[in-house]
């Protein structure tokens, strides 16, 4: 699995002009990627990195969101697979097709949730904008 970390003053979700997932932060905005070879133990592996991941800095102490009760915006992005090397066209081939990556989305946002994380989420597979504020800019690239 792969994700992109983004620590976030606030970020949203919307399809459709509805907001379908939002928080406010210090928080973190999560884009999560699903290859073939993904299991339901890379997803909760995931979930824990994600809920301790030191990212926050309060004068010299630095934070997780477990120690700041920090709220995640996790989203699907089968994107975070695609593979540009060759050519002028990304290929698709490295992620997941949809029947095996939702599952394990959902199993990232239910092992947070189980952490005590609050969670909002985007609606997988739709046509999604996101919005956010990068506090920072903090970005960071995770695989497990």
């Not at 994600?50 to 997780?64: D, M, N, P, Y």
């Not at 002028?88 to 095996?100: L, S, V, Y």
Request: aromatic share 4%.
């Amino acid at each position: 699995m792969r994700a992109v970390v983004q620590r976030a003053a606030e970020a949203a979700v919307t399809v459709d002009g509805e907001t379908v997932g939002a928080i406010e932060g210090p928080g973190l905005c999560v884009l999560v990627g699903v290859t073939h070879e993904d299991t339901p133990e890379k997803a909760a592996q995931l979930a824990r990195k994600l809920w301790t991941l030191r990212l926050f800095s309060h004068g010299e102490t630095e934070e997780s969101c477990s120690d700041i009760d920090a709220p995640l915006l996790v989203i699907s992005q089968f994107t975070l697979y695609g593979d540009a090397r060759k050519g002028r066209r990304p290929t698709w081939n490295a992620a997941a097709p949809g029947p095996k990556a939702e599952p394990l989305v959902d199993a990232v946002v239910a092992e947070l949730r189980a952490l005590g994380a609050t969670v909002a989420t985007g609606r997988f597979g739709a046509d999604m904008k996101v919005s956010l504020v990068n506090d920072g800019p903090f970005t960071v690239l995770l695989e497990v």
